[in-house]
C-alpha cells in the first residue's frame, strides 16, 4: 500500500508563509489539492516528469510547486497566504502520466491520481 506522507501545515497570520512536504515523490505527476469546509477539492498545483508545473488561478504567482529528487520530496512553497487558503492540503501522485506534452496541455484530473495523503491542514488568521 503505498502512502504519501504530508508534513508541514499549521498556523500562520495572512501575508505569512508555509512549505508543506510530501514523500515519496518519485511519481510520473504529483499534485496538490486542498479541500475547505464545505467546499469541494480543489486543484492546487501539480507538477509533471518534464518539470512542467501547472497552478489554479488563484494561487498563481504566490505558490510555487517543486520537487527534490535527491531527497525524494515534493514541496509546495506557499507565500502570501490568505484566508482563502485555509484548507486541508492534500498530496497526490500518479505514475501513468507522460508529461503535459504528450496529452496537449491537459493535466490528471483528481480521479486519475492514485495516490493520496492523508492531508494536512493549513489555518490563517487574520
Known amino acids: 500500500q503505498v502512502q504519501l506522507l504530508e508534513s508541514g501545515g499549521g498556523s500562520v497570520q495572512v501575508g505569512g508563509s508555509l512549505t508543506l512536504t510530501c514523500a515519496p515523490s518519485g511519481y510520473k505527476c504529483m499534485g496538490w489539492y486542498r479541500e475547505a469546509p464545505g467546499k469541494n477539492r480543489e486543484g492546487v498545483a501539480s507538477l509533471d516528469v518534464g518539470g512542467n508545473s501547472f497552478y489554479a488561478q488563484s494561487v498563481k504567482g504566490r505558490f510555487i510547486i517543486s520537487k527534490d529528487n535527491a531527497k525524494n520530496i515534493l514541496y509546495l512553497q506557499m507565500n502570501e497566504l490568505k484566508p482563502g487558503d485555509a484548507a486541508t492540503y492534500y498530496c497526490?501522485?500518479?505514475?501513468?502520466?507522460?508529461?503535459?506534452?504528450?496529452?496537449?496541455?491537459?493535466?490528471?484530473?483528481?480521479?486519475?491520481?492514485?495516490?493520496w495523503g492523508q492531508g494536512t491542514q493549513v489555518t490563517v488568521s487574520s
Open positions: 497526490a501522485a500518479e505514475n501513468g502520466f507522460l508529461g503535459v506534452a504528450t496529452y496537449g496541455g491537459s493535466w490528471p484530473t483528481a480521479a486519475e491520481f492514485n495516490y
